[in-house]
């Protein structure tokens, strides 16, 4: 699995993840073991949130002794993100999670407590060594301007945001200021949260076409063009090991120019949104 260099400490973490969302609505043991056999096969990079219901319990059984091996991320509700609720919200996320640190903790979308808050939050979480860096999700440029003005530059690690083939509206504008501003692009839904496309359509034969010819798959190749630039990182969700070893196998996925080309001219990225939707 490739490691892409991770928002302005330029951690080493695999550009392929895992992500947990509904990921306790199923057979308990089947998904904490597809997170495990995700992680053998070098999806280290993992992501839960306090929403996400018993998946931080779940990841802590999944990570229980590979702690080390893992790039952990969670993310406080907006509803709790004032300054104290904050570091409440993340002590608690750390006792689900059975770990001592994070080492990237989110601001799940913009909330009403003040930015300035949950970010001094967050500064005092990172001197304290419960997180070793701190990222936003959900954030248009205006958002992202203004956690800049706060906290000053170089210090976002990462905007989680809606990322997948026919939602690539972030391009326009948030990718670019990720880009100039070394932060982390980490879409989430991959797969369109389940509604991938379909073999029948133009961009479903598309994938297929290039998937046959490197004896993989179109969610493969979905995913390695979703990290086809070193600011990109995809986190799919998978219940099963048989998906978790089918989204692995992106990681060394290599696709030309020329394919990628193939791949943005049949999933076009549409014009750009005023706002980033919410979860
Ligand atoms: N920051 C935010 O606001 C936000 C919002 C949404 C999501 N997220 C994060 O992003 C993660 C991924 O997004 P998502 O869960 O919405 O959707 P997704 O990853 O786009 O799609 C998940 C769906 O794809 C299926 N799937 C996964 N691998 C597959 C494979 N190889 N073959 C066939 N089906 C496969 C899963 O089925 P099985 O479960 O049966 O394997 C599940 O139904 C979330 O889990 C969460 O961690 C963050």
Known sequence: ???????????????????TWQFDG???????????????????????????????????EAIQGR??????????????????????????????????????????????????????????????GKIRSWGVSNFDVSDLEEARAIAGPGRIACNQVLYHLRERSIEHAVLPWCEANQVAVVGYSPFG???????????????AAI?????????????????????LFAIPKA????????NAGAGDLQLSDAELARIDAAFPAGPQQAELPML
């Open 193 to 207: 949260h389940g509604r991938f496309p379909r073999p029948n359509t133009p961009g479903g034969q598309v994938l």
């Open 1 to 19: 699995m490739k490691p892409h260099r991770f928002g302005p400490r330029q951690d080493a973490v695999a550009s392929i993840g895992q992500g």
């Open 211 to 231: 998937a046959g010819d490197h004896g993989a798959t179109p969610r493969q190749v979905a995913l390695r063009f979703l990290a086809r630039r070193p600011s």
């Open 67 to 128: 702690r080390d091996q893992v790039f952990l991320v969670s993310k406080v509700l907006p509803s709790n993100a004032s300054r104290r609720g904050t570091i409440q919200a993340c002590e608690r996320s750390l006792r689900r999670l059975r770990t001592d640190r994070l080492d990237c903790y989110l601001l799940h979308w913009r909330g009403s407590h003040p930015l300035a808050d949950t970010l001094a939050a967050f500064d005092e979480l990172e001197r304290a």
């Open 239 to 246: 219940s099963s090991s048989e998906h978790a070893e089918e």
């Open 26 to 60: 199923g057979d308990r043991q089947a998904a904490v073991a597809a997170l495990v056999r995700g992680i053998e096969l070098g999806m280290t990079h993992i992501d839960t949130a306090e929403l996400y219901g018993e998946a931080e319990p779940m990841v802590a």
